[in-house]
């Protein structure tokens, strides 16, 4: 069965204090400064992966559908972007 | 006065409201998420709590309730509807209020008695308080920060639509020290402190002159049963 994957993310304007956190345990490693390889890992920013599995085909109605969903239901438009919404089909989810 | 407080799946502070009801002189009705039923109720308070466990994001999946149907047509008609904590997220992922919710700037759940100033005291659950006055309530929550865009803020700030701010500090990283808002109509409000656990003295917040002695949070309760009789 196809699966619709939406992705979410915070606002880029907004605080995200997990991803901060996580720059933080980032930094405490090191990893925010040039290391050998030459890069710095200076942010995070942590959002949501919903996988929407599908009976039946995939329609523009259906897509549509979703784009309802992911605006009202899987995100908050105060807080939250959605960012992608892509169909991986029966073999690609397998 | 016929007072329902709405149950949820993870509801923790429905029986606080109702007891905070009775003592302010009212009737509480226990309603329940599911059913599509106001019982003929005249106001309806969201309790706190962590409804489904605060999944997707606070107030989510329950501002999809069954129910809320009805508490949203209600609203609409004026009816008074208070949002406490997580009724409050459930009031803004509703959009019956402005703005939102995100996990407080510090990361962590905070618990303490909270001083506020009432910014509005002419909405259906603040008009017992003087404007200006200052109360202190219990504040716990994880997800208590709240933020809108800045036209929002710009909006809500100028149409009088802040109607609680923290005094001293800001205990979540709210914008403008926002501690609860109203709608355009001023029946319904939500604030992320705690009036229910400041209704009965023994029970309450620490106060200058005695201890668990704080009782500002019944005027909230009492507001909507005087105005409604007052009608």
């Not at chain 2, 599911?34 to 962590?50: N, R, S, T």
């Not at chain 2, 003087?130 to 208590?144: C, F, S, V, W």
Request: proline content about 5%; glycine content about 10%; hydrophobic content about 45%.
């Amino acid at each position: 069965m196809p699966t619709i994957v939406v992705e979410v993310m915070p606002k880029a304007e907004l605080l995200d204090p997990q991803g901060k956190a996580v720059a933080g345990a980032l930094a405490r490693l090191g990893l925010s400064t040039p290391d050998k390889t030459g890069a710095a890992f200076t942010d995070v920013r942590i959002g949501k992966r919903f996988e929407v599995t599908v009976e039946g085909e995939v329609t523009d109605a259906v897509l549509a559908e979703v784009r309802r969903l992911a605006d009202d239901v899987f995100s908050n438009s105060v807080i939250e972007d959605v960012v992608s919404i892509t169909v991986l089909d029966a073999v690609a989810a397998a | 006065m016929r007072v329902g407080v709405v149950t949820f799946p993870g509801s923790l502070d429905d029986r606080d409201a109702q007891r905070a009801v009775r003592l302010a002189g009212g009737e509480p009705v226990a309603l329940w998420h599911g059913q599509h039923d106001l019982q003929g109720v005249e106001a309806i308070i969201l309790p706190g709590g962590f409804s489904y466990g605060d999944y997707l994001r606070a107030g989510a999946i329950a501002s999809l309730s069954p129910i809320m149907t009805e508490v949203v047509d209600a609203a609409k008609a004026g009816m008074p509807v208070l949002g406490i904590c997580n009724g409050f997220q459930m009031l803004a992922e509703a959009r019956l209020i402005p703005g939102a919710h995100t996990r407080n700037a510090h990361q962590q759940f905070i618990r303490r008695d909270q001083v506020l100033r009432v910014e509005n005291a002419s909405t259906d659950w603040t008009s017992g308080f003087a404007e200006g006055q200052e109360i202190t309530i219990p504040l716990k929550n994880a997800d208590g920060r709240f933020i809108a865009d800045a036209e929002t803020i710009a909006r809500i700030e100028g149409e009088g639509q802040v109607a609680f701010r923290y005094v001293g500090v800001n205990p979540n990283g709210s914008m403008d020290d926002i501690a609860g808002v109203t709608n355009e109509r001023g029946n319904v409000v939500g604030l992320m402190p705690h009036p229910e656990h400041a209704t009965e003295p023994g029970f309450g917040p620490d106060m200058p002159d005695a201890m668990s002695s704080g009782v500002d949070g019944l005027t909230f309760f009492t507001s909507v049963i005087e105005r409604a009789l007052s009608k």
